[in-house]
């Protein structure tokens, strides 16, 4: 009990910042640039694993990127780039859409369920413990 007790639930107020409104073609374009962003991070690091895991014909990694490199060019690092691109742009575009679109819903729940004053007694019960109070507060201070 003491450790309830010493918890702080006070939560911004449910109405003053509004939620924003739902953007899902500007989360589908930042998942978008995201995806390809780390399609074009990691790409070069895969070619490199994916050279010395099928041959024989490498010392170790540096070798293996130097010799990709003055042998074959810089775009060598890029090669079959195009799909990685098309497939995790796609992925993480919805991954994006799809957490932001959580977070509303998650956001106007919450709100509705502090505003008819519910929490107060639900911090008694035996079911919830002190933790998920604080993820609450944790929450709306960042969603606020």
């Known amino acids: 009990m003491a450790e309830l007790e010493a918890i702080n639930l006070t939560l911004p107020s449910t109405s003053s910042t509004p939620i924003p409104p739902a953007s899902v073609g500007i989360d589908l374009l930042?998942?978008?640039?995201?995806?390809?962003a780390q399609v074009f991070t990691g790409q070069p690091f895969d070619i490199v694993k994916v050279r010395l895991q099928s041959s024989d014909n490498y010392k170790g990694t540096m070798d293996c990127a130097t010799?990709?490199?003055?042998?074959?060019?810089?775009?060598?690092?890029?090669k079959g780039?195009?799909?990685?691109?098309?497939?995790?742009?796609?992925?993480?575009?919805?991954?994006?859409?799809?957490?932001?679109?959580?977070?509303?819903?998650f956001t106007l729940v919450l709100r509705s369920f502090l505003?008819?004053?519910?929490?107060?007694?639900?911090?008694w019960s035996p079911f919830v413990n002190a933790s998920t109070f604080v993820v609450f507060e944790l929450t709306m201070r960042v969603l606020t």
């Open 81 to 105: 780039t195009i799909m990685p691109l098309v497939g995790i742009g796609a992925c993480v575009s919805l991954q994006f859409a799809g957490l932001q679109a959580g977070k509303r819903a």
């Open 115 to 123: 505003s008819q004053g519910v929490a107060a007694d639900l911090r």
């Open 30 to 36: 930042a998942g978008t640039i995201s995806g390809w």
């Open 67 to 78: 010799r990709i490199l003055r042998e074959e060019g810089p775009t060598a690092f890029y």
